[in-house]
Nanobody, 123 residues
C-alpha cells in the first residue's frame, strides 16, 4: 500500500514556474514507477510525466523541454518542476504510483493516486 500526498500547486502567471512535490509512504517506494497526471475542468485526465525506479523518464509532448521529473528514493519524494507555464497548463495535478516495473503513460497502469493539487496559470 502506498499513500501519496501532493503539494506545491497554486496560482502563477504565464511564463512562471512551479515545483510540485509528492510525498509517498511505504518502505518499497523505490520499486514504483511514479507518474504525474493532470485533469483540466471538463477534460479527461492526461499523462504528464513519469520516472522509473532507475530514474529513466518519459514526458508528454506538451511538457517536453519545460518540465523535469525527479525522485528521491531516500526521502520517498517525487517532484515535477514546471517552467514556462501556460494558461492551458491549468489543471488538477495528480501523483500516481505503478508497481508494473516499467514506465507507462496510461492512468490505468497506476494503482495508487494522490488527492491532487490545483495549478492555475493566469494569462
Amino acid at each position: 500500500q502506498v499513500q501519496l500526498v501532493e503539494s506545491g500547486g497554486g496560482l502563477v502567471q504565464a511564463g512562471g514556474s512551479l515545483r510540485l512535490s509528492c510525498a509517498a509512504s511505504g518502505r518499497t517506494f523505490s520499486r514504483y514507477t511514479m507518474g504525474w497526471f493532470r485533469q483540466a475542468a471538463g477534460k479527461e485526465r492526461e499523462f504528464v510525466a513519469a520516472i522509473g525506479w532507475s530514474h529513466g523518464s518519459r514526458y508528454a509532448d506538451f511538457v517536453k523541454g519545460r518540465s523535469t521529473i525527479s525522485r528521491d528514493n531516500v526521502k520517498n519524494m517525487v517532484s515535477l518542476q514546471m517552467n514556462s507555464l501556460k494558461p492551458e497548463d491549468t489543471a488538477v495535478y495528480y501523483c500516481a504510483a505503478s508497481d508494473l516495473g516499467v514506465i507507462r503513460d496510461s492512468g490505468t497502469d497506476y494503482r495508487f493516486w494522490g488527492q491532487g493539487t490545483q495549478v492555475t496559470v493566469s494569462s
